[in-house]
């Protein structure tokens, strides 16, 4: 088709180009063809890859012009235009180079196609408005409207925990969506946390910094510890400070690649206890607290921390020895943040 | 006219898949019946022409796939006292050895077409270095009728089988392959080469075939100037290939395949059609006698498909599924 189109481009038959596009979604709307098909025939038409996100269902579809499904996650963004009267759903196509005279006539052709297939979306659940807020590809306008219909003003605390862990469903506020493989928890203001919640959280001082906030969030999340963990199972981002530098430039797959970090997991192997003996250690200033913390003797304790120096290789009582831990131990957090 | 047409009523169709449509209804505009006047433009490079051979498999395909695939043309002997007949023959640059040959006869209602139509389809094949492929330009009707495209087919065929050492191909391991008027004539060739014990061959992969001129089927008579190749361009098609004989007593079954009385020894055979193609009838009830006769056989009806659907529409989803349950029948046609 798309050979069609551009034999009618290159004699300069425009107007017959046009009406081509035209009549296409035309038919399948008439057909009431799935939504996916109309995304194909822009990539058709277009002779480049087309692609569809819905916000509200955290939902990208990408075809190329033979129809073959993409990744959802483009390589880089597109000037997109917006699908009427279903807030947060838009559709691009990924031209490089120069535009061609029927690429704007395609994709507002696709798009109103899209609204006739789907049909007005005004009442959104919760759900829905808890992901547009957050979706980085919502226009500024779509963000504020979901938030009114949250109801809610001013700062907002973003929670996000694993999908089995106790999240903060219900416990904090009934703003919650799974967005990807978390829960995204949306709370006016900074609230009191109960306990028995695992998450990451991140505060957004105005809703065009939901996107950011809930990338922290995800962020802080990778290093909690389980409930019945020694460490924090609750992660603000903005407590972070140096540290966030860290977990926003290593990745899970980096962290697990290092020396230390391989060390601890090789420890875990015959010393199951290894990580939150460190843990506690690194939390508390004395043995003894230490050693209360995991109900153990503090000559238990001792012994244990004397066989992981020497597997390890270094000694939290040596010079240096006891950040080298810290670090360590951060960095097997964020190579294992997926484990749960 | 209309009395001399063996058609009557028009049948009952299903419906086309959504998806398909607007790329049917788009083509009825371009691709109008083909009658003696409409043929000479198809065949002519204009924008209409050029418009509907791309459509249908004949864009600026790169046959060397980007340095991968050897191109050449060989002129080899054609039916006896008949002129030589010219063949695309693509083998892969990196040479592992003997392969698979596919040969490959083109579609066009066998009054269009030319030996590049289609190759596309092959292509990976050879660019993968599993298989060398051959095509065959044989002569077309009306100006060449019936025996001559299916005779030309089958010498293109014996050289390629004769010559397969030099070309690279095991001779144990050859396939054919044709689409529409090409999926009969393969059809046709196959038949050939088995009553002629010469040679050998594994498979038929038959897309879409053309293999019945008699207009008794149901789906015969059910498409009238719409589906890409309706009752009065199919009822040109063979008229041009069998003129007065068309549906009387005297064509061969190398001509119409529909026509043999015994499919028995007939290579595997991969064989499909669309739920909307005049085809359609004639492709189930070869399946089923090829079956009958004892030959194994991978049968596919694609419900809403219109002729050629998954070569003229391949961004559709019904042609993604299509192609890929076709390719992976192929890609174990070509192991070892």
């Given at each position: 088709?798309?050979?069609?189109?551009?034999?009618?481009?290159?004699?300069?038959?425009e107007?017959a180009?046009?009406?081509?596009?035209?009549?296409?979604?035309?038919?399948?709307v008439?057909?009431?063809?799935?939504?996916?098909a109309?995304?194909?025939?822009?990539?058709?038409?277009?002779?480049?890859?087309?692609?569809?996100?819905?916000?509200?269902r955290?939902?990208t579809?990408?075809?190329d012009?033979?129809?073959?499904?993409?990744?959802?996650?483009?390589?880089?963004?597109?000037?997109?235009?917006?699908?009427?009267?279903?807030?947060?759903?838009?559709?691009?196509?990924?031209r490089?180079?120069?535009?061609?005279?029927?690429?704007?006539?395609?994709?507002?052709?696709?798009?109103l196609?899209?609204?006739?297939?789907?049909?007005?979306?005004?009442?959104?659940?919760?759900?829905?408005?808890?992901?547009?807020?957050?979706?980085?590809?919502?226009s500024?306008?779509?963000?504020?409207?979901?938030?009114?219909?949250?109801?809610?003003?001013?700062?907002i605390?973003?929670?996000?925990?694993?999908?089995?862990?106790?999240?903060?469903e219900?416990?904090?506020?009934?703003?919650?969506?799974?967005?990807?493989?978390?829960?995204?928890?949306?709370?006016?203001?900074?609230?009191?946390?109960?306990?028995?919640?695992?998450?990451?959280?991140?505060v957004?001082a105005?809703p065009?910094?939901?996107?950011?906030a809930?990338?922290?969030?995800r962020?802080?999340?990778?290093?909690?510890?389980?409930?019945s963990?020694?460490?924090?199972?609750?992660?603000?981002?903005?407590d972070?400070?140096?540290?966030?530098?860290?977990?926003?430039?290593?990745?899970?797959?980096e962290?697990?690649?290092?020396?230390?970090?391989?060390?601890?997991?090789?420890?875990r192997?015959?010393?199951?206890?290894?990580?939150?003996?460190?843990?506690?250690?690194?939390?508390?200033?004395?043995?003894r607290?230490?050693?209360?913390?995991?109900h153990?003797?503090h000559?238990?304790?001792?012994?244990?921390?004397?066989?992981?120096?020497?597997?390890?290789?270094?000694?939290?009582t040596?010079?240096?020895?006891?950040?080298?831990?810290?670090?360590?131990v951060?960095?097997?957090?964020?190579?294992h943040?997926?484990?749960? | 006219?209309?009395?001399?047409?063996?058609?009557?009523?028009?049948?009952?169709?299903?419906p086309?898949?959504?998806?398909?449509?607007?790329?049917?209804?788009?083509?009825?505009?371009?691709l109008?019946?083909?009658?003696?006047?409409?043929?000479t433009?198809?065949r002519?490079?204009?924008?209409?022409?050029?418009?509907?051979?791309?459509?249908?498999?004949?864009?600026?395909v790169?046959?060397?796939?980007?340095?991968?695939?050897?191109?050449?043309?060989?002129?080899?002997?054609?039916?006896?006292?008949a002129?030589?007949?010219?063949l695309?023959?693509?083998?892969?640059?990196?040479?592992?050895?003997?392969k698979?040959?596919?040969?490959?006869?083109?579609?066009?209602?066998?009054?269009?077409?030319?030996?590049?139509?289609?190759?596309?389809?092959y292509l990976?094949?050879?660019?993968?270095?599993?298989?060398?492929a051959?095509?065959?330009?044989y002569?077309?009707?009306?100006?060449?009728?019936?025996?001559?495209?299916v005779?030309?087919?089958?010498?293109?065929?014996?050289?390629?089988?004769?010559?397969?050492?030099e070309?690279?191909?095991?001779?144990?391991?050859?396939?054919?392959?044709?689409?529409?008027?090409?999926?009969?004539?393969?059809?046709?060739?196959?038949?050939?080469?088995?009553d002629?014990?010469?040679?050998?061959?594994?498979h038929?992969?038959?897309?879409?075939?053309m293999?019945d001129?008699?207009?008794?089927t149901?789906?015969?008579?059910?498409?009238?100037?719409e589906?890409?190749?309706?009752?009065?361009?199919?009822?040109?098609?063979?008229?041009?290939?069998?003129?007065?004989?068309?549906?009387?007593?005297d064509?061969?079954?190398?001509?119409?395949?529909?026509?043999?009385?015994?499919?028995?020894g007939?290579?595997r055979?991969?064989?499909d059609?669309?739920?909307?193609?005049?085809?359609?009838?004639?492709?189930?009830i070869?399946?089923?006698r090829?079956?009958?006769?004892?030959?194994?056989?991978?049968?596919?009806?694609?419900?809403?498909g219109?002729?050629?659907?998954?070569?003229?529409?391949a961004?559709?989803?019904?042609?993604?599924?299509?192609?890929?349950?076709?390719?992976?029948?192929?890609?174990?046609?070509?192991?070892?």
């Amino acid at each position: 088709m798309r050979d069609l189109i551009g034999k009618l481009e290159a004699v300069g038959d425009e107007t017959a180009g046009a009406l081509r596009v035209i009549a296409h979604f035309d038919s399948l709307v008439e057909q009431r063809a799935p939504v996916a098909a109309v995304i194909r025939a822009a990539a058709v038409l277009a002779g480049c890859p087309a692609g569809y996100h819905d916000a509200g269902r955290s939902l990208t579809r990408r075809y190329d012009p033979q129809g073959r499904s993409m990744a959802a996650d483009a390589p880089r963004s597109w000037p997109r235009v917006a699908v009427p009267g279903r807030a947060g759903c838009c559709l691009w196509l990924e031209r490089e180079g120069e535009h061609r005279p029927l690429d704007a006539l395609i994709l507002e052709r696709a798009a109103l196609a899209v609204h006739a297939l789907t049909g007005e979306r005004t009442h959104r659940s919760i759900g829905e408005a808890v992901k547009i807020a957050c979706d980085p590809d919502a226009s500024e306008a779509e963000r504020r409207d979901a938030i009114t219909r949250l109801g809610i003003t001013g700062p907002i605390t973003v929670v996000v925990g694993g999908v089995g862990d106790a999240s903060a469903e219900g416990l904090l506020s009934p703003h919650t969506a799974l967005v990807d493989e978390h829960v995204v928890t949306l709370v006016a203001g900074a609230p009191v946390f109960p306990s028995g919640l695992r998450a990451g959280t991140a505060v957004a001082a105005d809703p065009a910094r939901l996107p950011a906030a809930l990338d922290h969030a995800r962020l802080a999340l990778r290093l909690t510890d389980r409930l019945s963990g020694p460490g924090a199972s609750l992660v603000h981002y903005d407590d972070l400070g140096a540290l966030a530098v860290v977990v926003e430039r290593i990745t899970p797959d980096e962290a697990g690649a290092l020396d230390d970090v391989r060390r601890l997991d090789q420890a875990r192997t015959t010393r199951p206890w290894a990580i939150d003996t460190l843990q506690a250690v690194l939390d508390h200033n004395s043995l003894r607290q230490a050693a209360a913390v995991l109900h153990l003797h503090h000559s238990t304790l001792q012994e244990r921390l004397t066989s992981l120096a020497a597997q390890l290789g270094y000694s939290l009582t040596q010079p240096g020895g006891r950040q080298r831990a810290a670090v360590a131990v951060l960095l097997w957090r964020i190579a294992h943040c997926a484990d749960a | 006219m209309d009395d001399q047409t063996p058609f009557g009523e028009l049948t009952v169709r299903p419906p086309y898949d959504p998806e398909l449509v607007p790329v049917e209804q788009a083509l009825r505009e371009l691709l109008p019946n083909l009658t003696a006047e409409s043929l000479t433009a198809r065949r002519q490079p204009d924008l209409n022409g050029e418009v509907a051979e791309q459509l249908v498999g004949f864009e600026q395909v790169d046959l060397t796939a980007g340095g991968a695939v050897r191109v050449e043309e060989r002129q080899v002997p054609g039916p006896d006292g008949a002129p030589d007949i010219t063949l695309l023959i693509l083998s892969p640059v990196d040479d592992r050895g003997p392969k698979a040959g596919i040969y490959h006869i083109h579609g066009g209602g066998m009054v269009t077409g030319e030996r590049r139509l289609g190759m596309h389809m092959y292509l990976p094949y050879v660019a993968e270095g599993h298989a060398v492929a051959v095509s065959v330009e044989y002569r077309l009707a009306p100006e060449h009728p019936d025996p001559a495209p299916v005779e030309d087919c089958y010498a293109g065929l014996v050289w390629t089988a004769k010559n397969a050492a030099e070309l690279g191909i095991d001779p144990g391991r050859l396939l054919i392959a044709g689409e529409s008027a090409g999926g009969g004539l393969a059809a046709g060739t196959a038949l050939l080469a088995r009553d002629r014990d010469f040679p050998a061959l594994t498979h038929q992969i038959l897309v879409c075939p053309m293999l019945d001129d008699r207009f008794e089927t149901h789906s015969s008579r059910m498409l009238e100037g719409e589906g890409i190749w309706d009752r009065t361009s199919n009822l040109f098609g063979w008229t041009a290939l069998l003129g007065e004989r068309r549906g009387g007593p005297d064509v061969s079954p190398y001509a119409a395949p529909a026509r043999a009385t015994n499919l028995a020894g007939l290579p595997r055979t991969y064989i499909d059609a669309g739920s909307v193609e005049s085809f359609r009838d004639e492709v189930l009830i070869y399946a089923r006698r090829l079956s009958e006769a004892g030959v194994n056989v991978d049968l596919h009806m694609w419900g809403g498909g219109f002729h050629g659907f998954d070569m003229i529409a391949a961004h559709a989803a019904i042609s993604r599924a299509s192609t890929a349950v076709r390719d992976e029948f192929i890609r174990r046609a070509l192991e070892h």
